[in-house]
């Protein structure tokens, strides 16, 4: 079946520009998360959503790094005013499920490579 | 707070040589998850196994095995007969059982470089 897509792969921004970012996960897959991946770095977690419900954003860096998830499925981060810090790849990931003791493996799609001139 | 230590920042292989990559990871947790994934030049990440803190039985799939070790909190990959197709950057990836889907803690990866 289709994996998790992205989209846009590549956007250039100019600094003060509003970005929106799109992750379709894996149909039917209740949890979906986003990272934010600096070159030479591993993906650093930024928010969490189960369903419609964003239940962590611990990791989103400053106010504004907006996240939402409205249908329960397609997921947008939004990120407004970008500064050149914000350049990095951004990754979604998306699993099945989520029950108590256990950890579903997440499933990554292909990234948006975001460079803010 | 948990952490993950991949200190092999970079590795050259010929190609056919058994190569071990390192992966040392921090929790306070007793149950956890350890994850490796792959992610080749195109940049998507690429899940190749996931191991729970109450399975220490080591894993082979195919050229590759996976060795955990909870004495000394280690989670290594090891390839056997390296391909070039091998080359990628690899990382090791930790999440702890919080209740809730768990976000994951990544190392910083170590770079294959396999060559003819």
């Known amino acids: 079946g289709a994996g998790v897509s992205q989209s846009p792969r590549y956007k250039v921004a100019k600094r003060g520009q509003d970005v929106a970012l799109r992750c379709d996960p894996i149909?039917?897959?209740?949890?979906l998360f986003w990272y934010q991946q600096a070159l030479g770095q591993g993906p650093e977690f930024l928010t969490y959503f189960q369903n419609e419900a964003q239940l962590d954003k611990s990791g989103l860096p400053s106010d504004r790094f907006f996240a939402e998830r409205p249908e329960g499925s397609v997921s947008t981060l939004k990120i407004q005013r970008t500064q050149q810090e914000d350049s990095a790849v951004y990754l979604c990931?998306?699993?099945?499920?989520?029950?108590?003791?256990?950890?579903?493996?997440?499933?990554f799609g292909p990234g948006t490579r975001l460079t803010v001139l | 707070a948990q952490k993950v230590t991949q200190a092999q920042t970079e590795i050259s292989v010929v190609e056919k040589e058994d190569v071990t990559l390192d992966c040392v990871y921090e929790?306070?947790?007793?149950?956890?998850?350890l994850f490796w994934y792959k992610q080749p030049p195109s940049g998507e990440l690429v899940f190749l196994i996931r191991?729970?803190?109450?399975?220490?039985q080591n894993e082979i799939s195919g050229r590759y095995s996976w060795n955990f070790q909870k004495s000394t909190s280690s989670f290594n990959f090891t390839i056997t007969a390296s391909q070039v197709v091998d080359s990628a950057v690899y990382f090791c990836a930790l999440s702890e059982d919080t209740g809730t889907a768990s976000k994951l803690t990544f190392g910083t990866g170590t770079r294959l470089q396999v060559t003819l």
């Open positions: 990931a998306s699993s099945l499920v989520f029950s108590g003791g256990w950890t579903d493996t997440q499933y």
């Open positions: 191991r729970n803190s109450f399975d220490e």
């Open positions: 149909s039917g897959h209740v949890s």
């Open positions: 929790t306070r947790d007793t149950t956890y998850y």
